[in-house]
T-cell receptor, first 115, second 114 residues
Framework: EAGVAQSPRYKIIEKRQSVAFWCNPISGHATLYWYQQILGQGPKLLIQFQNNGVVDDSQLPKDRFSAERLKGVDSTLKIQPAKLEDSAVYLC?????????????FGPGTRLTVL | AQSVTQLGSHVSVSEGALVLLRCNYSSSVPPYLFWYVQYPNQGLQLLLKYTSAATLVKGINGFEAEFKKSETSFHLTKPSAHMSDAAEYFCAVSGNTGFQKLVFGTGTRLLVSP
């Protein structure tokens, strides 16, 4: 089966610009996650969707980050305006269900560099 | 709240030597524990998970981990390292009920020399 797809793979922008990332989860997976992985750190959950509803967005900086999952399939994560500290790899993952035991499958990530 | 601490940001071993990557956890509820591997420019892949059944968990690629409640540890081992094991390894913890999110450690980079 096809894995989690993400695009673009790399993005370089200047601070205060806007950027958007796209994720296509594994077909049939109800739960979708966006993680931020800063260099030298482990992934940190930004937002979790169950179908098209938000389950957890407690660590999403809502003044500049937004995410949506229209129709419960694809998702986009947007940063507006970007700051230097947003430089990171943004990982999308999906799982069949929302419970802790439902394995999360990760995409290759989008590497964002903010200059 | 849950957290994990991975001791050693880098571990170097020779091919054929024992691999030991350390992880200690903190959790206010009974935990589920996970090890993930990340190869360069790839996403994370699940190696193995502890879900309160057997304390010794076997995973893919010959890795295993033992849950020790008394030591709050979940160390990852492999008897004989292979060059292809060179990657970054992340330990993660979650609670065992409901919408429990994964909390990752900072990772350990495994270097394997010939």
């Amino acid at each position: 089966e096809a894995g989690v797809a993400q695009s673009p793979r790399y993005k370089i922008i200047e601070k205060r610009q806007s950027v958007a990332f796209w994720c296509n989860p594994i077909s049939g997976h109800a739960t979708l996650y966006w993680y931020q992985q800063i260099l030298g750190q482990g992934p940190k959950l930004l937002i979790q969707f169950q179908n098209n509803g938000v389950v957890d967005d407690s660590q999403l900086p809502k003044d500049r980050f937004s995410a949506e999952r229209l129709k419960g399939v694809d998702s986009t994560l947007k940063i507006q305006p970007a700051k230097l500290e947003d430089s990171a790899v943004y990982l999308c993952a999906s799982s069949l269900e929302s419970g802790s035991l439902s394995e999360q499958f990760f995409g290759p990530g989008t590497r964002l560099t903010v200059l | 709240a849950q957290s994990v601490t991975q001791l050693g940001s880098h571990v170097s071993v020779s091919e054929g030597a024992l691999v030991l990557l350390r992880c200690n956890y903190s959790s206010s509820v009974p935990p589920y524990l996970f090890w993930y591997v990340q190869y360069p420019n790839q996403g994370l892949q699940l190696l193995l998970k502890y879900t309160s059944a057997a304390t010794l968990v076997k995973g893919i690629n010959g890795f295993e981990a033992e849950f020790k409640k008394s030591e709050t540890s979940f160390h990852l081992t492999k008897p004989s390292a292979h060059m292809s094991d060179a990657a970054e390894y992340f330990c993660a913890v979650s609670g065992n009920t409901g919408f429990q999110k994964l909390v990752f450690g900072t990772g350990t980079r495994l270097l394997v020399s010939p």
